[in-house]
């Protein structure tokens, strides 16, 4: 049973998200830590190990199960709920094939709930006289924030769990906000009504300023004019869909980088078909949807960034 911070550490998923994670946590590990890590693409892991160099022992593994069984609090990040079932569940090579006795499992995946509670039962399951423990905890703010460390963690546990305090220390290396949204699962809840939030106000962020745009307004302008009236949000300051608006945002570098239309579109879907289960009245979702699911499958929007939905919407683009 945990009482204070591990020493010996496992990762899996060396992604967009994974890999400024991971070497977040590489770079803020109390001295004398350890750190095992693995993922389907051998570059990430062989690249992660190389840029680590010097810095605390990091090994890479085969397989999760190689992870789980080298590390005392393992976590997980991969883009879909069939992956993280591949990570824990997989006969002889996933993490559940190894001792997990005692043992902490943290998954940061989007994924949808029901694979979330399957996998946590079987991760309690997986040694019952020393239970292992689970707990769901997606992440917001994007590659961004991924490689500044300023994620928000939304925790699927109560804030008078006894470990929460050892996740919370855990979460500080990688984020600035920790959030104990109540119990199992609803971290995730959580965070597929922040994406759907996020959605919405990305595609009205770019109709807005598309519209005034067309009708004669200079896009910095209108973007100082939303800062401070009603329609102010964090998209229109941040990552303004418009290049140029925010110089230092991917928008600006041709909606390279950042958080990928097509998982927008996936998280979406994920927090559409959850609000079916509970009778959630989602209004905008039946035009937002579609939005998506077409600027994902359209060349000039695919694998950019989510607010390229400005481009696929026909909006202006400023030469920068």
Known sequence: MLTSLPSRFGWVGLGAMGYPMANQLRQKLPAGCELWVFDVNEEATQRFVSESEGSMPISIAQNAREVAENSECMISIVPEGTHVKQVYLT???????????GKLFVDCSTIDIETSLIVGDAVEKSSPDAPALFYDAPVSGGTIGAEKGSLTFMVGTSEDDRLFPILKQLFSFMGTSVYPVGGRSLGLAAKLSNNY???MVTLATAEAMNLGMRLGIDPKVLSGCFKTSSGGNWVNSTVNPVPGVCPDAVTSRGYEGGFKIQLMKKDMGLAIEAAKRVDARLVLADSALPAYTEASGDPRCRDRDARV?????GGMEPEI
């Open 91 to 101: 006969p002889d090579t996933g993490a559940l094939s190894a001792n997990t006795a």
């Open 197 to 199: 939030l996020s959605s």
């Open 309 to 313: 939905i400005y481009r696929w919407l």
